[in-house]
């Protein structure tokens, strides 16, 4: 295991001063087009620093039980309802398609009533749409059957 936590170390400090490289290549100031990469860069240095110098003993490696068929049934349909996701996006535009993914989601992962989990679906939709299409102004796909979103 600490040749594993070694080489990832050393992979996440390369990729972390890639990041840092490119993000003060194209840096324009907080919030611009290189901020993201050089916080990717500095997270990804510290990330590698822990690997690198942690002194953590091996798991004791046990067996994992297979999921049982009900689990196997909510993967299936959490499977499902991502690729119906995509597929719909671009039809019916992403606030209808988000507020039925997230409706869908949540319904599969928990033991959630339908009620509730089209509130949270709706709810996180509305949310997001405001974040960041009317107050970031970034742009989100319009269905082509629903024109809105």
Known sequence: MKRADRILGILLALLGLFCLVE?????DGIGGTGF????????FALLSLGFLV???QPLKSSSLP????GVWRRIGLIFISLVSYILLLPWIGYLLATALFMTALVWVMGSVRWGYSL???VGVSAFTHFVFKIWLNMPFPSGWLLPFG
């Open 23 to 27: 993000g003060v290549r194209v840096w």
């Open 36 to 43: 993201m990469p050089l916080l990717l860069g500095v997270v």
């Open 54 to 56: 942690s002194r953590s």
């Open 66 to 69: 297979w999921p049982a068929k």
């Open 119 to 121: 509130i949270f679906g």
